[in-house]
Nanobody, 127 residues
Framework: QVQLVESGGGLVQPGGSLRLSCTAYGFTLDNYAIGWFRQAPGKEREGISCISSGGLSTNYEDSLKGRFTISKDYAKNTVYLQMDSLKPEDTAVYFC????????????????????WGQGTQVTVSS
C-alpha cells in the first residue's frame, strides 16, 4: 500500500523550531521528488519547498527561504523539513507529496505531478 505519513507537528512558541518528517511506505523515495506544502484555515494550499528525486536540487518559496530547510534520508526513506524562527503566520496543516521522476527540478506549487499526498500534520505557532 502506497502511503506518505507526516509527523513532527505540534505547538511551538514564536521563534521556536520544529522538524517535520515525511516517510514513504510501499515505495522508495529514490525515484520520487518530495514537496512540502501547507494550508492555513480559509487559505489556499501553498508550496514551501521540494527536493528532487535524486536529491540533486532543492527549491524553496522565496518568502520562506532561510528559515526552512529540506533534506532527505535515503536509508530511512524519509524527507525532513526543518523549520526555524517560526512565526504565528506559519500556523497551518503541513502536507508532503511525492512526484515520480522530477530528477533535476521539482515544483513548489501543488502540481499534478505530485501524485501521492499525506494526511498532514498540524503546526501551531503561539505563545
Amino acid at each position: 500500500q502506497v502511503q506518505l505519513v507526516e509527523s513532527g507537528g505540534g505547538l511551538v512558541q514564536p521563534g521556536g523550531s520544529l522538524r517535520l518528517s515525511c516517510t514513504a511506505y510501499g515505495f522508495t523515495l529514490d525515484n520520487y521528488a518530495i514537496g512540502w506544502f501547507r494550508q492555513a484555515p480559509g487559505k489556499e494550499r501553498e508550496g514551501i519547498s521540494c527536493i528532487s528525486s535524486g536529491g540533486l536540487s532543492t527549491n524553496y518559496e522565496d518568502s520562506l527561504k532561510g528559515r526552512f530547510t529540506i533534506s532527505k534520508d535515503y536509508a530511512k526513506n524519509t524527507v525532513y523539513l526543518q523549520m526555524d524562527s517560526l512565526k504565528p503566520e506559519d500556523t497551518a496543516v503541513y502536507f508532503c507529496a511525492a512526484g515520480l521522476g522530477l530528477t533535476y527540478f521539482c515544483p513548489t506549487t501543488p502540481d499534478p505531478k505530485y501524485a501521492y499526498w499525506g494526511q498532514g500534520t498540524q503546526v501551531t505557532v503561539s505563545s
